[in-house]
């Protein structure tokens, strides 16, 4: 009997759709058919043709993006505005895979620069790896299934896509427009299944390159498991750390930071959480960023004035509860939130100086709370920003080049937004992070890159 998943909504409960869950028979009839798809050069689809459908599923997730947005804020809670803003990305997105297959390219390498050298001329080109697998996450239902699966269909490979249980209709409503596109079915295919089939899948020989997006504890499991050969982008968290120091311009930043840290209920894997304030600037900053969370409408994401959603489930509430408290009780001061509302939303909670052992500071939080931390020397923040296990995306706020620049070498990241919030992305840019928080490098283009690889072609002739 074919098991069924039910697809409720994380704000009130509400079954949205339920949906038929793929066996181990139908995962691995799709591990199959993308391997010989894979393994078969006379089968790769032309590179003219890729861009065309590339092309035409732009144009229909664009036609179909009010649809597509409400069914994401439904699905995932994140506001409405907000899922209509990541439908525009993911139609850019899209746009930005076909418009990216001529950057695929080698080079010359030099020859006849000695003797052995002689009459020899080589070339690098760059050819897709094999079959990709792909796991992806609630928090952008959507445009997260573009930046795993649309690479893959641009550089001319299979590729199988395992959304999160929670969120499987966006995945679904992209591929289906693939197929609408033009896509034989065989070159894409969506799989909802339990934990232990996409284990066994993403871990199968056959696997050339897995993508994931996720929780760190999940990811570098998956990757201790992979088949010799297997290569992989993970993508995890962290604790994005801001340095605000005395000169900084509050009047333009804070609002941005206010955005940064509860935009989707701090369910982002760069969200502003952890803000180390020069003392002077603390009292200022702390009463402004408290002004502007309660503020905040928070609610059903359906609403056109909700600003800040639910969290996935009722599970997740409580953790972030858990973890509030925790901080209070070791001497945190709570300056606004830190209390539940209803059973599925959060409020978006400021916290002076939590202990660099709680929770809310050594973990991720994925939820909508911001800790304030004074500080006096800012050599000493950054040290205490570099402390954790995470590095990914961070954030400087001064009016002082020369401050900006050094804080920006010193402190642990793979991007340093200056005078803006660490949760900036648009979609062309590399995107990764460091450590515990992943390897390999997100983004369009360079997530092409790593599912193609160089091949070196050496010529010889006495023409040369």
Request: charged share 25%; with cysteine.
């Amino acid at each position: 009997m074919t098991k069924r998943l039910k697809v409720n909504s994380p704000y009130d409960g509400h079954l949205i759709s339920e949906i038929d869950m793929d066996d181990a028979t139908q995962i691995e009839n799709a591990l199959e058919t993308a391997y010989q798809l894979a393994r078969d050069y006379d089968k790769i689809l032309p590179t003219h043709q890729r861009i065309e459908i590339l092309e035409k599923t732009a144009n229909l997730v664009e036609a179909k993006s009010e649809e597509f947005a409400r069914q994401a804020a439904e699905e995932g809670g994140k506001p409405l505005a907000d899922s209509r803003i990541e439908l525009a990305r993911a139609v850019q997105g899209i746009r930005e895979a076909a418009h990216s297959v001529n950057q695929l390219t080698g080079h010359e390498i030099p020859m006849n620069l000695n003797p052995s050298s002689m009459n020899r001329m080589a070339l690098t080109i760059r050819e897709p790896i094999g079959v990709v697998a792909a796991i992806s996450a609630f928090n952008h239902p959507f445009n997260l299934i573009v930046h795993q699966v649309i690479p893959a269909i641009a550089v001319g490979r299979p590729v199988i896509v395992k959304p999160a249980r929670a969120t499987p209709l966006s995945c679904l409503n992209l591929v289906q427009c693939l197929y609408e596109a033009g896509l034989p079915k065989e070159w894409c295919r969506a799989v909802v299944c339990e934990s232990s089939l996409a284990e066994k899948m993403v871990t199968d020989p056959r696997v050339a390159f897995f993508t994931f997006i996720g929780s760190g504890a999940i990811g570098w499991k998956l990757h201790s498991m992979l088949a010799p050969g297997t290569r992989c982008a993970l993508e995890h968290g962290g604790a994005a750390p801001v340095i605000v120091d005395h000169d900084a311009d509050l009047e333009d930043t804070l609002p941005l930071l206010a955005k940064g840290g509860f935009y989707h209920a701090g369910q982002v894997c760069v969200s502003v959480q952890k803000v180390y304030v020069h003392e002077n600037l603390v009292d200022e900053f702390s009463k402004r960023l408290v002004e502007l969370a309660e503020k905040l409408v928070v609610g059903d994401p359906a609403d056109e004035k909700t600003e800040v959603g639910p969290l996935i489930n009722e599970k997740e509430v409580d953790r972030v509860d858990q973890w509030v408290q925790e901080a209070k009780s070791e001497g945190a001061k709570i300056l606004t939130g830190g209390k539940k509302i209803g059973t599925t939303c959060y409020a978006p909670t400021v916290i002076l100086n939590p202990s660099d052992k709680a929770n809310v500071s050594a973990c991720e939080i994925f939820g909508p709370v911001i800790n304030i931390y004074p500080f006096k020397d800012r050599l000493e923040a950054i040290d205490r920003a570099n402390s954790t296990p995470f590095s990914f995306q961070a954030a400087v706020i001064t009016r002082n080049l020369d401050t900006a620049l050094d804080t920006a070498k010193r402190i642990n990241a793979t991007t340093v937004m200056i005078n803006d919030h660490t949760a900036f992305r648009v979609d062309w840019m590399p995107f990764g992070g460091r450590k515990a928080s992943g390897i390999g490098v997100g983004g369009i283009l360079p997530t092409m890159m790593e599912m193609t690889e160089g091949k070196m072609m050496v010529f010889r002739s006495k023409l040369i």
